[in-house]
């Protein structure tokens, strides 16, 4: 009998719908970091009006971009049926999830643990990247439909990244000139093992040994054209012109993409707006109990984002991703939202290959191809968490996902659990497979002279 | 009254947190000044009408307005000398 009671509250939770739920259980989470009442409410109402916001623009998708597709698929025979939304839609359908409303007090205490276990050096402060955990086990609670499969996961890939940042830590300290930090940013670690790979491959190839691009100088043509309506303008007037549209639809689909470009950002800044009160309590809460040098603070990739080669290589990237979607038989993905954010998918190249262009972009292209055909393989199970939070889809509109979510370990960590608790005892292995390896290269690295910092521009 | 772009990789998400700490600082000086929120690649087309670039990465290139890192605003590690500095410019 009690279980049945338990079960009807919280399928009556559940019936509120996202909308009403998301707001009531972040006010709640402010109140745990101890916000005034009046601020809590505010808080919540805020991430409650950014989902909203978010949800009547991507109506835009729907009414422009989705036609789009439609012609790709029936006039050229270009498999590209789902629309890259780009990282603000998948942030914020992330936060919309059930796993997404108590990421941020979950995270910390995983975090919280590993430090007092010793297994991780990090800290991380970078509470709007949460979402990438938050994703990760919104998407397998969608596949399991249970809540507690959904944590697992996120704890996961927090676990996970935490390492990660750790292992990368001495190299980004040095790019950045600022000693104690790192960056488990939930994308960017997934890059950090490739790269790593590469940079080892490329010492092998004699022309990669030598570099001398200067990159200033390529930004500088193309610095106007990274700017996000630029994106969606030009996109939209070639995409209209390839296509055949009148001049008419084609400047509506240009302006529509712009728009989208700028206004789907926006409202998800709404979203991150609300939940700055409870990031900074949460700040203050880690830094307290965590500060000195033997911990690294977590911060955004977003940090890493000043350097000439990450700009440049960040645009190069925007055709070179179009070519590599109509190229890649298993992709299906049309590349657009996250098109305006590439230079964050090669963050971490930068610092690991020491500056240098040409690897960068080689590794960029690289991790581009893997990132459409992941983000290609998640578009349903999106399209399906989106639809299950309460986004309005519209009947056969095409499918969502987001070039920023097509992370491996995301990947690797839904797929066995689907395989339920026989999947979910292999990511425990692999968690601390992670853990005992990135220990031993921390090792390592400790020993070794850091006779390689000193090459850094 | 000087204009403040806050630049980070999106214009979204660490910009914010610099934004509101620096709206905090201004406010307890009595400072008003205009914070405009944008993305580092979109520094160029707003630069001329800036007086200050603070950005939450560090920027390699010049710009003909001062320029601060504001790294510490998110860490908290070393934000007095940060934040004077930023009110040492706009005096």
């Known amino acids: 009998m009690r279980v049945s009671v338990i079960t009807d509250f919280f399928q009556s939770i559940n019936d509120l719908g996202s909308m009403v739920v998301i707001p009531i259980m972040i006010a709640i989470v402010g109140l745990i970091f101890r916000l005034n009442i009046l601020k809590a409410i505010r808080a919540g109402i805020m991430v409650g009006i950014g989902l909203i916001g978010l949800n009547l623009i991507l109506t835009l998708i729907w009414d ?32 919309a999830t059930k796993v997404g409303a108590i990421i941020i007090p979950f995270v910390i205490v995983v975090n919280l643990l590993l430090l007092v276990t010793k297994l991780t050096k990090t800290v991380n402060i970078d509470i709007w990247n949460y979402w990438h955990y938050a994703f990760t086990g919104a998407i397998v609670m969608t596949f399991t439909g249970s809540y507690v499969y959904g944590l697992t996961a996120a704890a996961a890939h927090c676990i996970i990244s935490l390492k990660m940042a750790d292992i990368s830590a001495r190299r980004v300290q040095s790019e950045l000139g600022l000693p104690g930090i790192s960056i488990p940013q939930g994308f960017a670690i997934s890059t950090v093992p490739v790269y790593m790979l590469l940079d080892k491959l490329y010492d092998r190839i004699p022309f990669l040994k030598k570099r001398k691009i200067d990159s200033e100088m390529i930004n500088s043509k193309l610095g106007i054209l990274g700017e996000p309506l630029m994106i969606g303008l030009v996109l939209g007037i070639i995409i209209g012109i390839v296509i055949g549209y009148d001049f008419k639809q084609t400047m509506e689909l240009a302006i529509a993409m712009s728009a989208l470009m700028l206004l789907l950002p926006r409202m998800v800044k709404v979203i991150m707006e609300g939940l700055v009160p409870i990031s900074s309590a949460a700040q203050k809460f880690m830094e307290k109990r965590f500060k000195g040098s033997e911990f690294f603070i977590g911060l955004d990739s977003a940090v890493l984002l000043g350097h000439p080669t990450t700009i440049t290589v960040g645009i190069l990237l925007i055709p070179i991703t179009l070519v590599l979607a109509m190229i890649i038989p298993t992709n299906t993905t049309l590349p657009f939202g996250d098109l305006a954010a590439t230079a964050f998918f090669i963050s971490m190249a930068t610092p690991i290959h020491r500056g240098d262009f040409v690897r960068t972009l080689l590794s960029g292209t690289i991790i581009m191809a893997i990132v459409l055909v992941i983000a290609s393989i998640f578009a349903p199970i999106i399209t399906q968490t989106a639809v299950e939070t309460g986004f309005a889809f519209p009947d056969g509109a095409s499918e969502i996902t987001a070039l920023s979510a097509g992370n491996f370990v995301a990947l690797i960590i839904s797929k066995l659990m689907e395989l339920k608790i026989f999947g979910l005892i292999i990511v425990a292995a692999i968690v601390g497979a992670v853990i005992y390896v990135s220990n031993l290269f921390m090792k390592k690295q400790a020993v070794a002279p850091t006779n390689d910092d000193s090459e850094v521009q | 009254m000087k204009t403040i772009l806050v630049a980070c990789g999106s214009g979204i998400a660490t910009s914010t947190i610099i934004c509101e700490n620096l709206k905090t600082l201004l406010a307890d000086n009595r400072i008003k000044a205009d914070i405009i929120q944008c993305s580092i690649g979109d520094i160029e087309g707003r630069v001329d009408n800036a007086d200050l670039i603070v950005t939450s990465s560090q920027l390699k290139k010049q710009y003909r307005v001062p320029t601060v890192s504001a790294i510490s605003l998110l860490t908290g590690v070393g934000r007095d000398d940060t934040e004077k500095a930023i009110l040492e410019y706009l005096k």
């Open chain 1, 64 to 95: 422009y971009v989705g036609p789009v597709t439609t012609i790709l698929v029936d006039r050229f025979n270009l498999n590209l049926s789902v629309v890259d939304a780009g990282w603000p839609a998948a942030a914020g359908v992330a936060f």
